[in-house]
């Protein structure tokens, strides 16, 4: 689906109720034990988890290239630095060294992660979540190959802290998942 058509989905209220779900389960079981600092929303929609964090106490930029996913995080707080980029283009770079928590949920761009990686503070966690091909789908590039996240962070520098494959534990999506969430370490 190209920026239009997720433009058109938001504006039409098709998306419209994603403002107003609650923030993905693995973020609220992640972020319990962290301490509030930056972070970074690639592909936010219209805020959900932004919002979230927000009310927790985190710094939050949050990017999509669906303005008017964008138009609908600033009509619901003021507090997130929400940002119109397309990331398929590059039009937004993750600072090296920058954030405490960088997440991209039901977005998969393999060419963000060497910049997500090095975006990451030490100490820091990434959380990604991509949906899976259902039985008999074919593998396209939107969807994470079987235990594909793993390979994104280097054995050295790097916790897993969780990594979970099968059917989504969040109520808003249907489709299989894979999740991870990992530490850099230093």
Same mark, same amino acid.
């Given at each position: 689906?190209?920026?239009?058509e997720?433009?058109? +989905? ?27 600092g ?8 219209a ?10 106490g985190?710094?939050?930029t ?13 009509s619901?707080?003021?507090?997130? +630095? ?33 910049q997500?990686?090095?975006?990451t ?14 039985p ?14 793993r390979t ?8 897993i ?6 059917p989504? +534990? ?7 998942v ?9």
């Amino acid at each position: 689906m190209n920026i239009e058509e997720w433009n058109h +989905r938001y504006r039409s209220g098709e998306r419209a109720g994603d403002a107003s779900q609650d923030p993905t389960l693995l973020l609220e079981e992640t972020t319990q034990s962290l301490p509030p600092g930056k972070a970074l929303d690639l592909a936010c929609g219209a805020g959900r988890n932004a919002i979230y964090l927000a009310q927790r106490g985190w710094e939050v930029t949050a990017v999509d290239g669906a303005s008017a996913a964008i138009e609908m995080l600033r009509s619901r707080s003021n507090a997130i +630095r929400a940002v119109v980029a397309d990331l398929q283009l590059h039009e937004f770079v993750i600072e090296p060294d920058a954030w405490d928590l960088i997440m991209s949920c039901y977005y998969l761009q393999r060419d963000l992660i060497p910049q997500i990686i090095v975006g990451t503070k030490p100490g820091g966690v990434v959380l990604v979540i991509a949906h899976t091909p259902d039985p008999g789908d074919e593998l396209n590039d939107k969807r994470a190959a079987p235990g594909e996240l793993r390979t994104f962070f280097p054995m050295n520098g790097w916790e897993i802290l969780h990594h979970y494959e099968g059917p989504s +534990r969040d109520p808003a999506h249907k489709r299989p998942v894979a999740e991870i969430v990992a530490r850099r370490l230093g």
